[in-house]
């Protein structure tokens, strides 16, 4: 019972801090985004936080693989890779995951989140002596991986070359490094100098672990990521990128040399361990997969439907982050209004923008993370600016432009 008390206590301090999280429970209708039945509010509301950041959770090129994969497959993969899991469709996406980012191979895991905690975890551990560094912004999911490994981590300032160059040449240079850091990062939108990474990388004999999860599908002429569009994929060591944002699936992988695949193919708990993602999935990522590398169409109404937000937003005055990516966070800075905004935007406007607030971001930070994709109309953009300008004077918050740190 004590227990009982205890649990009741904590979950009652997250809601005086304002940060207890509660789910808007949706509706998805197939053909029907950003559009989706919400139990927590009334009638339709459109979805302006998701991460199907180009719709293609709808697609119907990926609806048919999946249906053609569940009836000539069925449902479950049947067992972990090693045993009985490995279905041709698993194959057929690894080999489409490799040439997407111009690697030997690819390995999947059941979520980025896995494939994350896994292969880093794995290099981590079993590269002797390895030193990992670490973006402090980076990932929950790298982070624990990382921590897991009990490799000797140093955690370089988010971003900042000088501090990560100084922590290089701190450590021995024969000693094992690897570099983790992301792409795109999630919660500000802000991009990392990938090439000077990799110029430090070599300068002092170090890997590159890139997860590019908020960017593939979205950048580069084949939707291969920010390092596909700066030219970079050959010089990092891992890739590392999700099938669940804007694949629109779900599902996690790593693309690299055939060894380095094969080593965390053969000692990551993460990936040994587990039922492989089911056929269909795979077949449905695929078919996504092949469909952003064909067609730039959706990346390019994307880019024009964020810009069209971010113009809209400077013309009222709203803080948000600036940033060159497609992630617009708009800035609240407290947790109380934060929730209050989102709440009366489903309620009253029938908009779900999910509040982010502390432990996601540091607190004074708290924000709406806005997410347009090719399939809001430009009603909605209007009707969206119009309510959150009638919010943001209802709740008094100040509005001017805030810089990217
Ligand atoms: N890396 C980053 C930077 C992320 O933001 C996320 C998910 N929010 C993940 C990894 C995990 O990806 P997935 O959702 O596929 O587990």
Known sequence: MKYQDYFRSRLDTLRDEGNYREFAELERHRGAYP?????????????????????????PDVLAAM???????????GGTRNISGTTHDHVLLEAELAD????????????????????????????????????????????????????QKVIWKHN????????????????????AFESVYSMDGDVAPI?????????YGAM????????????GPRGGGLAEQLGLMDRLTVIEGTLGKAFGVVGGYIAASAELCDFVRSFASGFIFTTALPPAVAAGAA?????????????????ARVAEVRAQLDAIGLPHIENPSHIIPVM????????????????DHGIYIQPINYPTVPKGTERLRITPSPVHTAQDVAKLVTALEALWTQCQLARQPIAAQ
């Open 35 to 59: 559009r989706a039945k919400c139990h927590s509010g009334e009638g339709d509301v459109t979805i302006w936080c998701s991460n199907d950041y180009l719709g293609m959770g709808q697609h």
């Open 100 to 151: 997407l980012h111009g690697k030997e191979a690819a390995l999947l895991f059941t979520s980025g989140y896995v494939s994350n905690w896994a292969a880093l975890g794995t290099l981590a551990s079993e590269i002797p002596d390895c030193v990992v560094l670490s973006d402090a912004l980076n990932h929950a999911s790298m982070i624990e991986g990382i921590r897991h490994s009990r490799a």
């Open 195 to 203: 090439e000077a990474i990799c110029d430090l990388a070599d300068r």
């Open 287 to 303: 078919a996504s997969v092949r469909h952003l590398k064909a067609s730039c169409e959706e990346r390019t109404v994307h880019q």
């Open 332 to 347: 609240v800075g407290d947790p109380v209004k934060c929730k209050f905004i989102s709440d009366t935007l489903l309620r």
């Open 67 to 77: 249906h053609e994969a569940l009836d000539r497959t069925g449902a479950g993969a």
């Open 208 to 219: 590159t672990y890139l997860d590019e999860v908020h960017a593939v599908g979205l950048y």
């Open 160 to 179: 900042d070359l000088e501090d990560l160059e100084a922590k290089l040449a701190a450590l021995p240079l024969e000693q094992p490094k690897l570099i």
